[in-house]
């Protein structure tokens, strides 16, 4: 629940930093990641031009109750972008993210992963223009994530255990084929 307010906060702060700007062609852009609402996990991305090379990226998800894939995550991340096309949402970028989750799996076995994930990564993408206000994103990342989690028998109540598994490793932590409309 904390996740949640944190992420909403995050993209008010970013609507209201972008409000308080005078309109300029390629400004703001709004997408959602195709890949994740294969998992029927709804998200929104808003990216926020800050320079002639930089822009800031802010995505929230939170999937629903049912996923075909038998996995619910909430969440966030925030990427830092660097344009190398020297024109921000067009051609290539690099960029540094900080992503938060929290995840339910089961993955089709007979344990239940369930827990809180976090951790800085770097990101590499490309947009493909279609006009002039629709894009098409494709990016891919990795990240070092810190993570907890109770990982228990499929049928026991998970939320009522303790965490009794944690660490670190060098995971994905973004693939996204998006579609965004520039304004």
Partial sequence: MRLNNICLKM??????????HEAKAQLISAKTNTLMWGNLTPNLSLELVT???TSVEATAFHSLKNTPMDTRLTGGQVEMRYWLSGRPT?????GLSLTGLRYDTRLNSKVRHAGDAGGPGVVYGYVLPLGKHWNIEFAAGLSMIWYRERKYDKNIDIWQQPYNESGRRILPSKLSVSCAYVF
């Fill in 90 to 94: 067009s051609w290539m970028f690099v």
């Fill in 51 to 53: 320079s002639g090379k």
């Fill in 11 to 20: 993209m008010c702060g970013l609507m209201l930093a972008a409000m308080g």
